[in-house]
Each structure stands twice: as structure tokens, then as C-alpha cells.
């Protein structure tokens, strides 16, 4: 634990602008709750990318869909890829797309299973502006329910966080595979205020903002914590130099798993992890083992 404390990190993927930074502190510096109204929505709010060339193929062979979800009053737009009994849930990160995992699922295509993606809510071409963890973890139920049973669910970073929380809550999955994902709440507003500029003691007034917001506790949410709940065999994958979130996340994940697996690359970052060879192999042996 502690050679991975001391290991040196790449940049965040998701970087803020300096000038929005500047802005920021100035706004602070007169007033505190209006800071903390602009950092709750900077949160809350996913950055849209362009779907890259590499991820078209799958985009375009796959079934596209739409299911409603009355809960969080959302469509969530839904690719069916390939043909199978066999269906494993595919779940994308912050700021990410439904076709973000796309080696995965070619190479659960070539071994005969069907892959369902989704844009999460407030995603790609998923409605809404703003969204968090609740709201993804009832679409991932709602997602279930239609198009369940799955054999396994593979989630990258927040959608690690919300499948892991989704299981933990309600059976859903025979296996999970989890890639560079978040643990506490508390520690991912903590490192959101620092990227803006700030400092931990703003990150503690964000926590008990969305404490008060919301009506509960936000670390009841920690991936390390649902884990206790978890029985079924896990996979957690997490990178050396992730600089999105640290590898002893994945650790501290890993301890608390009933039949856990760890497994550490180096040099691979929070992004490149999804489009390796080596990963993807893994991933998918995990997956076609038998319980």
C-alpha cells in the first residue's frame, strides 16, 4: 500500500479551465454561497465529447433504443450490440458515452455474448442537464428489469461506483467488473475543489451542501463500503498512474469484497485502459470463467 502511495500520477482527463478557475476563487473570495451553488452545478453537470472514428463500428451495428424511466423522469438512450442469450451491461464513466467500451464489447462479441450500453442520464443522447449517482443507479435497475437477466456488468470509474451500488442494493449480476473506479463521495469533492482551485476546507463545505441537498449521508454511497455487501466474484482493474482516481481506491475496494480480484497495470492511465489488449483479455476470461 504504501509503494503505491508514493507512485507519481498523469494529469486528471478532465482538466478546468484557468479562467474559470480565476473566476471561481474571485467569487469565493465575495461570497462563499454563491461559490458553492457554481461548484454544485460544475459537479453535477457531464461535459459532452464527439464520439471518436475508433468507436463508430459499434455505434452504427447495433440496435439503437429508448426506455423511459419515471423515477428520475429520464430517457435513456440504449445500444443493443450483438445477439445472444448471453448479455453482459455495459457502463461508462463520467462525461463518457455508450460506446466507450467498445473493445470490450467486440471481444464479448467474438465469444458469444450480447452487450446492452447506455448513455447515462444527462449523457450523450440521454435527457437532462445535470445528474448523479442516484439517478444512475436507477437507470441501471430500470435497464435490468427491461433487459435482464445479465450474466455480468462491466463499469468504467462512475459507472463502476453505480454498479457496485446497484448489486449491493438488488441482485442484478452473476460478476462485475469494475475499471479505475471511484470510492468515497467525500474524497472525490475534496479533489474536485483543489481542480478548481480551491482548497479541502471548500471540498467539506461541498459534502455537507449535497448532504443537505440531497438527505443523506454521501460516503453511505462508497464503493469500498457497498462492497461488504457484495457476494458475487469481482474484478477490479485499476491503473498505477491513474490521475483521475487513485490506485488505492481499487485497494481498498479489493479488501472488502467477499471474491475479489485485483488486478494492476502501470502506465495505462484512467482512459488508455479501456482500448488495451491486455485488459480486455483479462476482462473478458473473468467473464466466460465458471462460477
Known amino acids: 500500500m504504501h509503494f503505491f502511495n508514493n507512485l507519481k500520477s498523469l494529469p486528471t482527463s478532465l482538466s478546468i479551465p484557468s479562467t474559470l478557475k480565476i473566476a471561481i476563487k474571485i467569487l469565493y473570495f465575495f461570497s462563499t454561497k454563491l461559490t458553492?451553488?457554481?461548484?454544485?452545478?460544475?459537479?453535477?453537470?457531464?461535459?459532452?465529447?464527439?464520439?471518436?472514428?475508433?468507436?463508430?463500428?459499434?455505434?452504427?451495428?447495433?440496435q439503437k433504443k429508448e426506455l423511459f424511466i419515471p423515477s428520475i423522469y429520464r430517457n435513456i438512450h440504449i445500444l443493443s450490440y450483438g445477439f445472444s442469450d448471453k448479455k453482459v451491461l455495459l457502463a461508462h464513466g463520467w462525461s463518457g458515452r455508450r460506446t466507450q467500451l467498445f473493445m470490450i464489447a467486440n471481444k464479448l462479441l467474438e465469444n458469444g455474448y450480447m452487450t446492452i450500453s447506455f448513455d447515462a442520464p444527462a449523457h450523450g443522447k440521454s435527457t437532462g442537464k445535470t445528474t448523479n449517482l442516484l439517478e444512475y443507479i436507477e437507470a441501471i435497475k430500470a435497464i435490468q428489469k427491461e433487459y435482464g437477466p445479465f450474466e455480468a456488468a462491466v463499469g468504467h470509474s462512475f459507472g463502476s461506483m453505480a454498479i457496485m451500488n446497484t448489486q449491493s442494493e438488488t441482485q442484478c449480476f452473476n460478476k462485475i467488473v469494475t475499471i479505475g473506479s471511484g470510492d468515497t463521495t467525500s474524497q472525490i469533492l475534496r479533489n474536485f475543489s483543489i481542480n478548481l482551485g480551491l482548497n479541502e476546507s471548500f471540498g467539506n463545505k461541498l459534502i455537507i451542501y449535497f448532504e443537505k441537498k440531497w438527505h443523506l449521508k454521501v460516503d453511505d454511497y462508497a464503493t469500498s463500503k457497498v462492497a461488504k455487501n457484495i457476494k458475487i466474484p469481482a474484478l477490479i482493474v485499476h491503473d498505477t498512474i491513474d490521475g483521475d482516481v487513485h490506485v488505492s481506491c481499487a485497494i481498498n475496494i479489493r479488501q472488502n469484497l467477499e471474491k475479489g480480484t485485483l488486478f494492476v497495470t502501470n502506465g495505462l492511465g484512467h482512459i488508455k485502459i479501456l482500448r488495451n489488449k491486455i485488459v480486455t483479455n483479462k476482462i473478458v476470461d473473468f467473464i466466460k470463467q465458471d462460477i
Do not use: N, W
Open 36 to 62: 458553492l451553488i457554481l461548484a454544485s452545478k460544475l459537479f453535477t453537470t457531464p461535459i459532452s465529447f464527439k464520439t471518436p472514428k475508433r468507436e463508430k463500428g459499434m455505434e452504427e451495428t447495433s
